[in-house]
Antibody
Framework: QLRLQESGPGLLKPSETLSLTCSVSSASISSNSYLWGWIRQTPGKGLQWIGN???????YYNPSLKSRVTISVDTSKNQFSLRLTSVTATDTALYYCASGTILITDDAFNTWGQGTMVTVSS | SYELTQPPSVSVSPGQTARITCSADAVSNQYAYWYQQKPGQAPVLAIYKDTERVSGIPERFSGSRSGTTVTLTIDGVQAEDEADYYC???????????FGGGTKLTVL
């Protein structure tokens, strides 16, 4: 069963760059069966999609974050990563990595990591 | 911009039927998906492609569509169903992922 685990710093200062990694187990990051994505959730609030990356390398980002976001894949480590530049307090959130089995559940995320809390504070 | 609108809250008594709607502000031929999120846990996919129930999700959960509105129905609600529910759909171009604002289901 595919499993995901987020990792990265939990505390950042304003203007710094957020870098998170999602380790994938029991599936190949290079497989054309999956989509890989990042979603965040402000405490007590709803879900906000950040972006997706596909086996082809194609990426799609939330237009509201596009200028600051990069999602990439490291096939040697079977991981995918999120980079968000110039963070502010409004980027404080619980960050999830997630995946979807395209041929079965289409564009849905059917596997989620446990989430990692990122706080932006001076 | 494309938006999905959900009621902030729905309350039902145990054994009753809960219906949670998700309305798109534009016509779209994209599928919708439903997630259940309990406190302190990651979301769990419950329904995909409007009506398909994920393996392991109780049969009392079902999805339907009427025009630009999709509905998650829970028949015979149980206390364990108390959670936040989110709909998701691509925008009309199929490019971007959109989440509804979420609905808190309270079992009275």
């Amino acid at each position: 069963q595919l499993r995901l685990q987020e990792s990265g710093p939990g505390l950042l200062k304003p203007s710094e760059t957020l870098s998170l990694t999602c380790s994938v187990s029991s599936a190949s990051i290079s497989s054309n069966s999956y989509l890989w994505g990042w979603i965040r959730q402000t405490p007590g609030k709803g879900l906000q999609w950040i972006g997706n990356i596909y086996y082809s390398g194609n990426t799609y980002y939330n237009p509201s974050l596009k200028s600051r976001v990069t999602i990439s894949v490291d096939t040697s480590k079977n991981q995918f990563s999120l980079r968000l530049t110039s963070v502010t307090a409004t980027d404080t959130a619980l960050y999830y990595c997630a995946s979807g089995t395209i041929l079965i559940t289409d564009d849905a995320f059917n596997t989620w990591g446990q989430g990692t809390m990122v706080t932006v504070s001076s | 911009s494309y938006e999905l609108t959900q009621p902030p809250s729905v309350s039902v008594s145990p054994g009753q039927t809960a219906r949670i709607t998700c309305s798109a502000d534009a016509v779209s031929n994209q599928y919708a998906y439903w997630y259940q999120q309990k406190p302190g846990q990651a979301p769990v996919l419950a329904i995909y492609k409007d009506t398909e129930r994920v393996s392991g999700i109780p049969e009392r959960f079902s999805g339907s569509r009427s025009g630009t509105t999709v509905t998650l129905t829970i028949d015979g609600v149980q206390a364990e169903d108390e959670a936040d529910y989110y709909c998701q759909s691509p925008d009309s171009s199929g490019t971007y992922v959109i989440f509804g604002g979420g609905t808190k289901l309270t079992v009275l």
